[in-house]
């Protein structure tokens, strides 16, 4: 039985939010008590178990999610294939494992950082058994989203009774594989409502072997570029200018996790739709998809550009001033990324996931040469200009193969208006902030303005999505009124 997209959406919304809302309380708890070095090695060492969770991970994620979201009501099916994956997933989980210890006893840079990559690394066992792509892909995102919050209301009690000190760098570790992917032994047990294990059937793994490595191509290209930032600053500046860094980009990973989070609904269904050759409907996801995109995000680019020192003075502190210019640098990847990761999904669904690795192949060697000729002479801020280079490229690539699916007349209008209402909105938000001096009011002001000026010029602009939202919360008010 399929579930609804306004439902899926709601509940991956509010996951995605309770991760946005979380971090407006720890990270300002953590970056005081630990201090940049302290943020900077932790982001370290995280970046570096992104290598080994990336090889463990095999680029099983986006295969797995598409091939079980068109078996899904097959529970003979559906059974054979997560066995089938799963046992893909245990052995790429061992090579991961192989290599991370070969690393920590051959690469000197990481002995100051054995205790916290030792911490890190459970990322990668949690994440094997955490079948995250088998939920997308059934569309459990009411299982998704209450699981996460419960994990993170455990973290946060963690980070408060565990984390008081500069030394506490192990413990933070730790909170952040509680929240980021404790939850994932639920996910190993509840997996039983929706198959059997015991069920016997030739396995066909070898089938299964060729999509998954085109899809780890992407991800080996994805990682390197996201992860590459903070790992470079690493060995090429210092732990200050990683921590430094990481406060520039904070924002910007909660506000995208959020936008991807909704996005990412659409690949069951749209998998769903080409699969079943219902192509009008397909099309017509795809353009409400890129719509959304450019009507969230090109408001939060210029929210956060304007918003960046009340920003980084309340949710980092005075310690964090020069993360100013990188955060404003690198907010456009808000509008790019998750562009890209809207007709990425398109590109999958379609069974064109190659066009998507040419892409992140492209952006993965400019990422790296543009890293080693910006971030000695610029720091935090070359990182953020390489990744806004690299990150433009892939989209482009992806925007010129897709564009029969979004370079629509609907589009363009919907581009038109959205652009029109950030300039009517941004005026007002400068205005009204250059009245306030005190940092959090400007802030809750500057915030509240935009909002009600933005919303205030679609509407008056007609903004066919924008008006059919406000039409179902009407509508849904409406009801419960007259219940």
């Known amino acids: 039985m399929a579930k609804s997209i306004k439902k899926n959406a709601f509940y991956s919304f509010l996951k995605s939010f309770m991760t946005l809302f979380f971090p407006l ?41 598409r091939q079980a979201a068109k078996i899904r009501d097959d529970r003979i099916a559906l059974s054979k294939f997560v066995k089938e994956i799963f046992l893909i997933n245990i052995a790429s989980t061992v090579i991961s494992y192989i290599l991370f210890f070969v690393a920590i006893i051959y690469i000197r840079k990481f002995d100051d950082y054995r205790p916290l990559l030792y911490v890190c690394s459970l990322q990668i066992f949690f994440n094997t058994i955490g079948f995250n792509w088998f939920y997308t892909a059934l569309e459990e995102f009411k299982y998704i989203t209450l699981r996460t919050i419960l994990f993170q209301i455990i973290g946060i009690g963690f980070l408060f009774v565990f984390v008081r000190t500069r030394g506490d760098l192990v413990n933070y570790a730790i ?36 999509p998954i490595f085109i899809f780890f191509g992407m991800s080996v290209s994805i990682t390197v570029y996201t992860a590459l930032d903070s790992v470079m600053l690493g060995f090429l500046t210092n732990d200050k200018e990683v921590g430094i860094y990481s406060a520039a980009t904070k924002l910007n990973k909660m506000i995208l996790s959020l936008l991807t989070a909704v996005i990412s609904i659409l690949l069951p269904r749209l998998s769903y739709y080409f699969e079943q050759k219902r192509t009008q409907e397909f099309k017509s996801l795809a353009q409400k998809g890129i719509c959304f995109v450019m009507l969230l995000s090109f408001p939060m680019i210029a929210g956060l550009i304007i918003l960046s020192p009340s920003l980084i003075a309340l949710f980092c502190g005075s310690e964090y001033s020069s993360a100013i210019i990188p955060m404003r640098i690198i907010t456009p990847v808000l509008l790019i990324i998750s562009t890209a990761y809207m007709t990425s999904q398109v590109l999958s669904a ?82 009204v902030c250059s009245l306030i001096e005190n940092t959090t009011i400007k802030l809750v002001v500057g915030t509240l303005t935009g909002i009600c000026t933005y919303a205030f010029m679609l509407l008056l602009l007609r903004n066919e999505y924008f008006t059919e939202i406000l039409k179902q919360l009407k509508s849904k008010i409406m009801g419960r009124m007259s219940v």
């Open 25 to 65: 309380i720890t990270f300002p708890y953590a970056s005081r008590i630990l201090g940049p070095e302290g943020i900077g090695k932790i982001n370290f060492a995280g970046n570096v178990i992104s290598y080994f969770a990336m090889i463990a991970a095999l680029g099983i994620g986006s295969y797995a999610t």
């Open 175 to 210: 909170f952040g594989i509680i929240t980021g992917v404790g939850s994932n032994i639920c996910n190993f047990f509840y997996l039983n409502k929706f198959i059997d294990w015991k069920i016997k059937a030739k396995l066909e793994i070898k089938k299964h072997l060729k």
């Open 350 to 431: 379609t069974e064109k996931e190659k066009f998507s690795l040419v892409s992140y192949i492209s952006a993965a060697i400019l990422n790296l040469i543009l890293n080693f000729i910006f971030i000695p002479k610029f720091g935090a801020s070359g990182a953020a200009l390489g990744t806004v280079f690299a990150e433009l490229t892939a989209t482009t690539i992806q925007m010129i193969i897709t564009r029969k699916y979004f370079f629509t007349k609907k589009t363009f209008i919907c581009i038109i208006q959205s652009l029109a209402s950030v300039c009517v909105m941004s005026a007002a938000t400068i205005f």
